[in-house]
């Protein structure tokens, strides 16, 4: 009797430590590291982007147009056709992780923003036509 009154003790004082120290345990004790937008190279995240069919059709009517990383307003790479001018630009925004996600077009210095992804659009930038302009 007094044996079992002892078990019974011990099983009452560690049955909650040892369930306790479960909620310690993680549950993926390896998880996979997903680099931040600061430690993406630039070169990388256009890389990511120049396949695009927005960059592409772009690039057929502004083939010198410069690419650059913003990380600070939104982060995403900017196609210039030439900065700071009404010529458009082209600004593929970008995950967390550093992945395109959508796109638009900003046209001039007043900065009119145009929503691109479908079809028409891409045709649009294609045409040379992109803001009401040729190139």
């Not at 147009?65 to 925004?93: I, N, Q, W």
């Not at 079809?119 to 649009?124: E, G, L, N, V």
Request: contains cysteine; glycine residues 6%; aromatic residues 6%.
């Amino acid at each position: 009797m007094r044996l079992s009154r002892l078990l019974i003790l011990i099983f009452i004082i560690i049955a909650p430590i040892v369930a306790a120290s479960w909620m310690l345990v993680p549950i993926n004790p390896f998880p996979q590291h997903i680099p931040s937008e600061q430690e993406i190279s630039d070169l990388t995240l256009i890389d990511r982007t120049k396949n695009l069919e927005e960059v592409k059709a772009l690039l057929v009517n502004y083939p010198n147009a410069s690419a650059s990383v913003d990380r600070v307003e939104h982060f995403g790479v900017e196609y210039h056709v030439v900065r700071g001018s009404d010529l458009p630009m082209l600004k593929v925004y970008l995950t967390d992780d550093g992945f395109p996600q959508s796109t638009a077009v900003v046209c001039g210095a007043r900065g009119v923003l145009y929503a691109v992804g479908d079809a028409q659009q891409i045709a649009t930038l294609r045409g040379a036509h992109l803001c009401g302009m040729h190139s």
